[in-house]
């Protein structure tokens, strides 16, 4: 399951617009609006981009996208 609230933690730390995110992402505002609010899923693809675009490390994306657990 998404961890909705960090990521969007992270879409704030960029100062991007969820516009220009969505834009990005090529998908519509509503649509990343849908996606945030756990209305519809992201894919794997839109993962990868979105990551890509506010530039996330591999562990924050794991725990954004994946709930990434630790191993110890």
Known sequence: MVDTMRLREHIQKSGYKLGFIADKMGI?????????????DFKVEEARCLSQLLNLSAEERDDCFWGRTTVE
């Not at 519509?28 to 849908?34: A, I």
């Open 28 to 40: 519509s505002s509503n649509t990343l609006r849908l996606k945030l609010m756990q209305q519809t």
